[in-house]
């Protein structure tokens, strides 16, 4: 069984964490500043990236170190939105209600579990948004906390 992820050093101390040697305090801080998209993203991803990057941005979610996963879940995005729209009318579906997915469902099916867990890093479903804690922009406040 896989060990939980690791809570950012922020999260810990919003919970509430007391035992010190568990806070680490020289963990990066990057600028919450969203980068400029990737040049390769065009079409749809580009346009994915256009309409969430802002968005994270304003919520201090984004940093400077956050482009390339960004960059890879407007991608995952991109890609199952046009193989879904290219295999709709491919699924078949038999008398006993069984279906029989073309190639292009299937794989954008992929797509968009790769996605899922990109939109869960970035906040962006409910309740991933929920886990969150927005720090306060003054690092003086953070301080005083460890």
Known sequence: MASPKRQPTALKILKGETR???LNKNEPKP???APDPPDFLE???LE???DVAPKLERLGILTELDGFALAAMCLEWSEYIKLRTSGEESIQVFA???RN???EISAAHKCLKEARAFFGEFGLTPSSRSRLSIMPDNDDDM???I
């Open 48 to 50: 994915t990236w256009q």
């Open 20 to 22: 010190t040697e568990r």
């Open 96 to 98: 006993n209600g069984t």
């Open 43 to 45: 079409g749809l991803a």
């Open 101 to 103: 997915l073309s190639p």
């Open 31 to 33: 600028q919450p500043i």
């Open 143 to 145: 301080e005083g906390l």
